[in-house]
C-alpha cells in the first residue's frame, strides 16, 4: 500500500512526511498501492484537509523523492521480516520480537526460588 507500508526504502510515507499523512483521510491510507499511486500522480488527489506551510514542505520533499522513482514490470515484490537477521519469517524470531525492549531483571531467580 503505498500510504501505510515501508515500501520507500524502507520507511513508509508517513516517516517521510508525517505531517503530510496526518491530513490524510484515514480511509484513504489503505486503499491505493504503490502501482496506482505513482501511474499519472494519482497520489496527489489522495491528499486532502488543511494545507500547512509544513505539510507544503513535506509535499515537495516527497514529491522530489518520487520523480526518480521507477516501477520496473514483471519484477515481483520481495518482503524482508526484520526481526531475524536471515530476512526470513520464523516462528522463533516472531516469539522473540515480542520480548524485544524488555528490562532483564536479573535477580528474578532468587526472588522465584525463595
Known amino acids: ?34 502501482q496506482e499511486a505513482l501511474t499519472a500522480r494519482t497520489w496527489i488527489s489522495d491528499i486532502q484537509g488543511a ?27 520481495t518482503h524482508f521480516w526484520r526481526l531475524s537477521s536471515s530476512h526470513a519469517y520464523s516462528s522463533k524470531s516472531s516469539y522473540e520480537g515480542m520480548f524485544v525492549g524488555l528490562v532483564q531483571f536479573e535477580p528474578h531467580k532468587r526472588i522465584w526460588k525463595t
Open 51 to 77: 494545507i500547512t506551510v509544513g505539510v507544503i514542505v513535506e509535499y515537495l520533499h516527497l514529491w522530489d523523492i518520487l520523480t526518480d522513482l521507477e516501477l520496473h514490470q514483471g519484477v515481483l515484490d
Open 1 to 34: 500500500m503505498f500510504w501505510s507500508d515501508r515500501w520507500l526504502h524502507g520507511q513508509r510515507i508517513s516517516d517521510i512526511a508525517p505531517r503530510l499523512v496526518a491530513i490524510m483521510p484515514k480511509h484513504k491510507l489503505n486503499k491505493r498501492t504503490v
